[in-house]
């Protein structure tokens, strides 16, 4: 079972994904940070200084529904898609840039090697 589980982990699927949890966690942080030190406060600032997570409705002694806090996590959700989006975006962008600097690369024949090439074929083909 020991061995099993080894070779489960060393897959490389699974060492991937660990990665992709690693970053993952570490451009959260980064993201939550541009939300709420950078973003925030202008959209505080737009919205003459309120503050979502205060919102709420009191329906009781012991009962509170704090719906801001709903509010700033749809908010933050998308900040944090439109952050991704961009980033794939340009990265799409630069990934095609690539591709076709590569395909610039390739030589284009002048007209006389291609002359010169089709009087290759044709000795080739009259023996």
């Known amino acids: 079972m020991l061995k099993e ?3 489960f982990i060393m897959r490389g699927n699974v060492m991937d994904m660990a990665i992709g949890i690693v970053i993952g966690g570490a451009f959260s942080t980064i993201i939550n940070s541009v ?3 950078i973003l925030m406060p202008i959209i505080g600032f737009l919205t003459a200084g309120i503050n979502f997570t205060d919102l709420s409705i009191n329906l009781g002694d012991k ?3 704090t719906y801001g806090n709903l509010i700033q996590a749809v908010i933050n959700f998308l900040i944090i898609a439109l952050f991704i ?3 794939v975006k340009s990265l799409n962008k630069l990934s095609r ?3 076709e600097a590569v395909a610039e690369e390739e030589p284009k024949k002048s007209a006389e090697v291609l002359l010169l090439e089709e009087i290759r074929d044709a000795l080739r083909k009259d023996k």
């Open 5 to 7: 589980f080894r070779e």
């Open 85 to 87: 989006f961009l980033m």
């Open 35 to 37: 939300v709420a030190d």
């Open 63 to 65: 009962v509170v529904l």
């Open 97 to 99: 840039k690539k591709e």
